[in-house]
């Protein structure tokens, strides 16, 4: 079995729309646990990260925990198979998150406030990633729950936080929130809450496909961003086009970095805002050889590096997006591309959010990328 189908068997995600014997069958004979090729980092990752009630821990977060920290948790358990971890991770969600009167999640849980969850207001990738999960372990681990949870969140994502974009066009965008970033001139978006893939995949699986329409337009919003610059933190949308969101961050920072990711991990290696930010990239590599560490804040018109990491998910994601770009380059130009890539072997000595990255951009390798296995 290849990389691509052997991570398509283990996700089943692909198949999610037809929820048949047949996509059951392959879904739970997909190999899991030790023979998983990132067991060992799962494993890493769960000792510093997941604490035995199911909850992720976010400890430069002031030990939050929060529906993205967990939505990514139970993507990973679901990845590698682990029908227990992703278990109690969902358990621990449903019991302290689904506090609001719809099927969304409270967006965060703070351990040593008074009120732990002080805003019931949502965040869409939370809950698109959770989703998206369930959806899969319904096939995955035969639970019929999992599956009707899945099919509540993806209809209420749909009603509560997809609007049209304010340019006429009619087009769906997805918003961070249900509440919060809608002004009288437009909406304010976050890119990197559309992730293609699960938009995609959450759509088929449930039949809400105006989700599967704003992973369309969250890639044309990406590609016109490009057209100018790196993708930005956040953007307004208003009726004239694209424009920066006042008092929030218009760089490229530790939120846009997860475009590239989706991107790559979504099955889309041409599209242009990847070139532009790998340009971006080598250039920095260019301005200090010598630098062991990662941009991870970046102007968003000129690419200036603002501020660096040397935390190995940041160069994890870094390494796949150079790999996969140089393979694009030298294919159009009839050249021949060597294997392997710079990609960082996975590591506990760094936070929970380049952790979690690392380990995704590792299985978007391992799908997808086969020239760029890490040496």
């Not at 646990?33 to 997941?50: D, V």
């Not at 198979?81 to 991770?89: E, K, P, S, T, V």
């Not at 380059?329 to 591309?337: D, E, F, I, L, Y």
């Not at 710079?342 to 995704?360: K, R, W």
Request: aromatic share 6%; charged share 15%; proline share 7%.
């Amino acid at each position: 079995m290849n990389r691509r189908m052997f991570n398509a068997a283990l996700l089943g995600l692909a198949a999610m729309g037809a929820q048949g014997a047949g996509a059951r069958a392959a879904a739970q004979d997909a190999p899991a646990g030790a023979a998983h090729p990132l067991a060992a980092a799962w494993a890493l990752w769960k000792t510093a990260f997941l604490a035995p009630d199911g909850r992720v821990i976010d400890r430069t977060q002031q030990g939050a925990s929060h529906s993205e920290s967990q939505g990514y948790g139970m993507t990973l358990a679901l990845a590698l198979g682990d029908a227990d971890a992703f278990a109690r991770i969902d358990a621990w969600t449903e019991a302290n998150l689904a506090l609001r009167d719809d099927s969304l999640l409270a967006w965060r849980w703070l351990p040593e406030a008074a009120i732990r969850v002080p805003d019931r207001n949502n965040a869409s990738d939370g809950d698109l990633f959770r989703a998206w999960a369930l959806a899969g372990a319904g096939v995955r681990f035969s639970n019929d729950a999992y599956t009707r949870r899945a099919t509540a969140i993806a209809a209420d994502l749909a009603r509560l936080c997809v609007v049209p974009w304010p340019d006429g066009s009619g087009r769906p965008v997805l918003l961070p929130a249900a509440l919060g970033f809608t002004r009288d001139d437009g909406v304010i978006v976050n890119p990197s809450y559309c992730m293609p893939r699960a938009l995609r995949e959450l759509a088929a699986a449930t039949g809400q496909q105006d989700l599967a329409l704003c992973a369309d337009s969250g890639e044309a919003l990406a590609a016109d961003l490009a057209a100018t610059g790196l993708m930005p933190d956040w953007i307004a949308l208003t009726p004239g086009g694209p424009q920066p969101a006042t008092g929030m961050s218009d760089r490229s920072g530790y939120e846009a970095m997860r475009v590239p990711l989706f991107l790559l991990w979504s099955g889309a290696p041409g599209h242009p805002a990847l070139a532009r930010h790998a340009a971006a990239l080598r250039s920095a590599r260019s301005a200090e050889p010598g630098a062991r560490s990662t941009p991870t804040v970046l102007d968003r018109l000129t690419g200036a590096v603002i501020e660096r990491s040397p935390d190995a998910g940041y160069g994890a994601v870094e390494a796949l997006l150079l790999c996969v770009d140089a393979a694009s380059a030298a294919s159009g130009a009839g050249g021949v591309t060597l294997p392997g890539s710079a990609l960082p072997p996975f590591t506990t000595d760094q936070p929970y959010y380049p952790a979690t990255l690392h380990l995704m951009a590792l299985l978007a390798q391992i799908e997808g990328y086969p020239t760029c296995v890490p040496l």
